[in-house]
Antibody
Framework: EVQLVESGGGLVKPGGSLRLSCAAS????????MSWVRQAPGKGLEWVGR??????????DYAAPVKGRFTISRDDSKNTLYLQMNSLKTEDTAEYYCSQYYYGYLQHWGQGTLVTVSS | QSVLTQPPSVSGAPGQRVTISCTGSNSNIGGSYDAHWYQQLPGTAPKLLIYGNSNRPSGVPDRFSGSKSGTSASLAITGLQAEDEADYYCQSFDSSLSTWVFGGGTKLTVL
């Protein structure tokens, strides 16, 4: 059974940094592309970014609102996906979900971790 | 303003059929990019409901079906049940933005 468990969320001040983790199990993590999606309170889903498998180059793509501030990385030896968030803004407040990316869609999702950016 | 447009809400009585539309453009759904659908039950994470316009993952009841025509996609739910009350989102790729995009979401209320 595929399991994705996010952690690392919390309260951070504007301009601060936070690193989210997503522990994966139940599938061959190293072979799969992964994504982060967020959802502001009471709002819809928003794509954050994606990382390819190392076999496919390990490259990343980001949504415009987070490009240059957020970095997605992976540690295949630990079956873990990361989201490093810098220069956080109040509008980054959201539930952050990691997901297994498969041919353009998101096959499995974690339960999410809440990030609150507030002074 | 979402690139993919969904109605904010739809409703139906138990047993009825409802459809949810997702209207895009030639840079996404109309440009031969697939549409996918997700169901988000209250207080839970989204779940894949339909992929590749009309395919159901294992475990999704056949009451749920998807289709695509031109620049739009649709999700149909037949035999509506109380447990179907949720938010539904469509998703595709947009070549103009070079990013993956979601619709704004549709809240389904079972009367």
């Amino acid at each position: 059974e595929v399991q994705l468990v996010e952690s690392g969320g919390g309260l951070v001040k504007p301009g601060g940094s936070l690193r989210l983790s997503c522990a994966a199990s139940g599938f061959t993590f190293s072979k799969d592309w992964m994504s982060w999606v967020r959802q502001a309170p009471g709002k819809g889903l928003e794509w954050v970014g994606r990382i390819k498998s190392k076999t496919d180059g390990g490259t990343t793509d980001y949504a415009a609102p987070v490009k240059g501030r957020f970095t997605i990385s992976r540690d295949d030896s630990k079956n873990t996906l990361y989201l490093q968030m810098n220069s956080l803004k109040t509008e980054d407040t959201a539930e952050y979900y990691c997901s297994q990316y498969y041919y353009g869609y998101l096959q499995h999702w974690g339960q999410g971790t809440l990030v609150t950016v507030s002074s | 303003q979402s690139v993919l447009t969904q109605p904010p809400s739809v409703s139906g009585a138990p047993g009825q059929r409802v459809t949810i539309s997702c209207t895009g453009s030639n840079s996404n759904i109309g440009g031969s990019y697939d549409a996918h659908w997700y169901q988000q039950l209250p207080g839970t994470a989204p779940k894949l409901l339909i992929y590749g316009n009309s395919n159901r993952p294992s475990g999704v009841p056949d009451r749920f079906s998807g289709s695509k025509s031109g620049t739009s996609a649709s999700l149909a739910i037949t035999g509506l049940q109380a447990e179907d009350e949720a938010d539904y989102y469509c998703q595709s790729f947009d070549s103009s933005l070079s990013t993956w995009v979601f619709g704004g979401g549709t809240k389904l209320t079972v009367l």
